[in-house]
């Protein structure tokens, strides 16, 4: 494990806004320096959304909370949790001092390896921080890396990362759009109902009840290509939530080569995040009550 100090290399443009982004930034995770008050803000956050999320939800996201024992107390250790990982789907934690660049991110991925910031929010930021903290990594992110085909979608995206980002900005950024659309703020279809399976959603008190009750925003079906041509926003709820219908769904549409889509949609003018098209599959037409009306990312 590279425990080289992470240099601060620039500050970068993200998802989440203007925020420090560090060369390669695999660190140790330093579970003895963790205050009792680092340990408290993951009990409340986890009470709260554990409290929340049955019936909110999918059914393989709790489950994989469940079998890592993320409720046990405190803040998790990662080498405790990678035994789980390890044996489930060939996974890795791996601990980050936050942001990486989009190639460093994207190798980890396509390498089975899921960077986790190793540092927690404080008290004061329980329901908004700009970049991804331990509660939103570690809770949002890892708990499905525990269900196979998910755990395969999450390596083949990172190995279409790494194509995208060999052919360019405008490659790179459909594919940012199909990471935010789905493994952030993604929605499935299940028997029980319309359920959550976005780490963005699950790991926010407001989003996870806004996505599903909320009458604003829109609810339409995925399609790849929609997706990937769907500007959004990083500073408000989603003003559209795409919903798969299985996770054998969002792994099959990684099959095809994404070259020729990235060509058409290199001249395309990208639709606006509150758009609903004829083509669209809608569960919901959104009232678009509250919506911001500046310009999406
Ligand atoms: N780095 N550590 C970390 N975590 C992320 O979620 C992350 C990242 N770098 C880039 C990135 N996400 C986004 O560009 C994704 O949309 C690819
Ligand atoms: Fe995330």
Not at 245 to 253: G, H, K, T, Y
Request: hydrophobic letters at 40%; aromatic letters at 14%; proline letters at 5%.
């Amino acid at each position: 494990m590279d425990t080289s100090t992470p240099r601060k290399v620039e500050h970068q443009q993200t998802d989440r806004g203007y925020v420090p982004v560090y060369a390669t930034g695999v660190v140790e995770q330093p579970w003895s320096s963790y205050s009792q008050t680092d340990h408290d803000v993951w009990n409340t956050l986890y009470a709260r959304q554990r409290e929340l999320l049955p019936g909110r939800a999918c059914k393989e996201f709790l489950e994989g909370v469940e079998r890592f024992g993320l409720g046990d107390g405190g803040i998790p250790k990662f080498a405790d949790l990678n035994k789980v990982l390890a044996e489930a789907t060939g996974w890795e934690l791996v601990a980050v001092e936050g942001l990486l660049p989009d190639e460093v991110f994207f190798d980890h991925l396509a390498n089975r390896r899921f960077p986790v910031s190793w540092w927690i929010r404080k008290p004061d930021q329980l329901d908004y921080l700009s970049e991804p903290d331990l509660f939103h990594d570690l809770f949002g992110h890892v708990p499905l890396l525990l269900n196979p085909v998910f755990a395969d979608y999450m390596q083949a995206y990172g190995r279409g990362g790494m194509k995208a980002f060999a052919i360019g900005p405008e490659a790179l950024m459909n594919l940012t759009r199909l990471y935010w659309y789905t493994v952030e703020f993604g929605l499935i279809n299940t028997d029980e109902g319309m359920r959550i399976y976005g780490a963005g959603i699950v790991s926010s008190k407001g989003e996870s009840i806004y996505c599903l009750d909320s009458a604003a925003p829109n609810r339409i079906g995925f399609k790849l290509e929609r997706v990937m041509d769907t500007r959004y926003r990083i500073d408000t709820f989603q003003q559209t939530y795409f919903v798969i219908d299985s996770f054998e769904q969002l792994f099959e549409a990684t099959h095809p080569d994404f070259t020729p889509i990235y060509a058409r949609l290199k001249d395309s003018d990208a639709h606006a995040a509150a758009d609903v098209l004829e083509s669209d599959r809608v569960f919901t037409r959104g009232t678009r009550e509250g919506f911001a009306t500046d310009a999406d990312t």
